[in-house]
């Protein structure tokens, strides 16, 4: 049997020239140790992002909305 490892997390990068405001979301899926990287077109305030999580945290309808999308990518 092959044994097959698979991982998804969610962080957030900084752009080039960045000073403040919101920062892009990736999206990174590792399977057996190989990753790829790529933007899911949404971005979030690094002060409500929780990267132990990797969500957003907050009761807003926005950040429900974000997490939601999160949870059905």
Do not use: H
Not at 14 to 41: A, C, L
């Amino acid at each position: 049997m092959i044994m097959k490892r698979f991982g998804l997390l969610f962080y957030l990068t900084k752009p080039r020239g960045y000073t403040f405001g919101n920062r892009p979301i990736y999206m990174r899926i590792t399977v057996n140790g190989t990753f790829t990287d790529f933007s899911i077109q949404r971005a979030c305030d690094p002060a409500i992002w929780n990267t132990k999580i990797y969500r957003a945290v907050g009761k807003r309808e926005d950040i429900r909305a974000l997490n939601s999308y999160l949870d059905m990518l």
